[in-house]
């Protein structure tokens, strides 16, 4: 259950949607120095910002369910809101053109892959854009791709980042990528952006440093149910609230907890995202840090990864 009161849950989620949105705008990039991994550039990624604004301010005024209809995100895999609320960025961008969602690539009946998102924008001309929203932790203290994976360990860094610029990015080189761009009316991509998103998790208690490819070290720290009491007594002027999906995105923000609210579990049975909240000098609490808690046995890989288990 989440540490978060009933009553002031609606109040905290409420404006998550708006938060969200922004932070899938302006959040860096997970892998900002990688080849053939085409990034917005600075200038493109402040006029991106400016245009989504007005969006965010409408979507601070609804409540958790008006904001989610308005967005076009159901259900709680956090990739689908990701992507929803990618969406919605595109579709607010003044003299953009949001042409297709999801547009397969089909060769006799087979489905060989999909356009995230072709737009038009405000020049008239068609980009492409591959995004995925993304949480690892690393296994060891080698930066290498291998080592970062999924908190469930079925989706690793190295896969996830090789497969967008090697397949996903290079479809409309392919004859039959070109046969589903023409289906849009679309005869040639002038631009490819690959938005990859997301958290970086290192092990509480060893260096920070994040993946070869990102500029910046990992944001957030994982540990095993081994170490709850030792965490607990580490932070204890901090509460922790879970991370319900797939409310993932963004940190919290000024959330009423009450006296008895807050307290880290005694065990977990699979990975789990948390926030450690930090309170503020007007009394609410803010996300201080982000954190994945993991089953006692999920370091050595000897955890049976059920097939029930959904992914992000």
């Not at 053939?36 to 409408?58: H, I, S």
């Not at 046995?297 to 992000?312: L, T």
């Given at each position: 259950m989440s540490s978060i009161k009933p009553d002031t849950n609606r109040i905290a989620l409420g404006k998550a949607v708006a938060r969200d949105l922004w932070w899938v705008v302006a959040s860096?990039?997970?892998?900002?120095?990688?080849?053939?991994?085409?990034?917005?550039?600075?200038?493109?990624?402040?006029?991106?910002?400016?245009?989504?604004?007005?969006?965010?301010?409408?979507?601070?005024?609804m409540d958790l369910e008006e904001a989610m209809a308005t967005v076009g995100a159901e259900g709680w895999r956090v990739g689908?809101?990701?992507?929803?609320?990618?969406?919605?960025?595109?579709?607010?961008?003044?003299?953009?053109?949001?042409?297709?969602?999801?547009?397969?690539?089909?060769?006799?009946?087979?489905?060989?892959?999909?356009?995230?998102?072709?737009?038009?924008?405000?020049?008239?001309?068609?980009?492409?854009?591959?995004?995925?929203?993304?949480?690892?932790?690393?296994?060891?203290?080698?930066?290498?791709?291998?080592?970062?994976?999924?908190?469930?360990?079925?989706?690793?860094?190295?896969?996830?980042?090789?497969?967008?610029?090697?397949?996903?990015?290079?479809?409309?080189?392919?004859?039959v990528g070109q046969t589903a761009l023409h289906e849009l009316g679309v005869t040639e991509i002038h631009r490819h952006v690959a938005l990859l998103k997301g958290y970086f998790f290192t092990e509480w208690g060893t260096c920070p440093t994040g993946p070869t490819g990102s500029t910046s070290d990992a944001e957030g720290r994982w540990t095993d149910a081994n170490r709850l009491s030792e965490l607990a007594q580490a932070f204890p002027e901090s509460r922790w609230i879970r991370r319900e999906k797939p409310f993932w995105l963004a940190p919290l923000h000024q959330v009423e907890l009450s006296s008895k609210a807050g307290l880290l579990p005694e065990q977990v049975a699979r990975p789990e995202m948390w926030a450690r909240m930090k309170r503020t000098?007007?009394?609410?609490?803010?996300?201080?840090?982000?954190?994945?808690?993991?089953?006692?046995?999920?370091?050595?890989?000897?955890?049976?990864?059920?097939?029930?288990?959904?992914?992000?």
């Open positions: 860096p990039p997970l892998m900002s120095k990688v080849e053939r991994f085409p990034q917005l550039d600075a200038p493109q990624q402040e006029a991106l910002k400016k245009a989504v604004l007005p969006a965010v301010q409408r979507l601070e005024a689908h809101y990701f992507e929803a609320l990618v969406a919605h960025w595109l579709l607010q961008i003044p003299g953009w053109e949001l042409l297709a969602a999801n547009h397969p690539v089909r060769q006799d009946k087979q489905t060989l892959g999909a356009y995230d998102f072709i737009v038009r924008n405000s020049e008239g001309h068609a980009e492409h854009w591959e995004v995925a929203v993304k949480f690892y932790l690393r296994r060891n203290e080698s930066p290498e791709w291998p080592n970062w994976v999924g908190p469930n360990q079925r989706d690793r860094l190295d896969k996830k980042v090789n497969r967008m610029r090697d397949h996903q990015l290079v479809l409309s080189r392919r004859d000098p007007n009394g609410p609490w803010d996300e201080a840090e982000r954190w994945f808690l993991v089953p006692s046995d999920w370091r050595d890989g000897r955890r049976a990864i059920k097939a029930s288990e959904p992914a992000p």
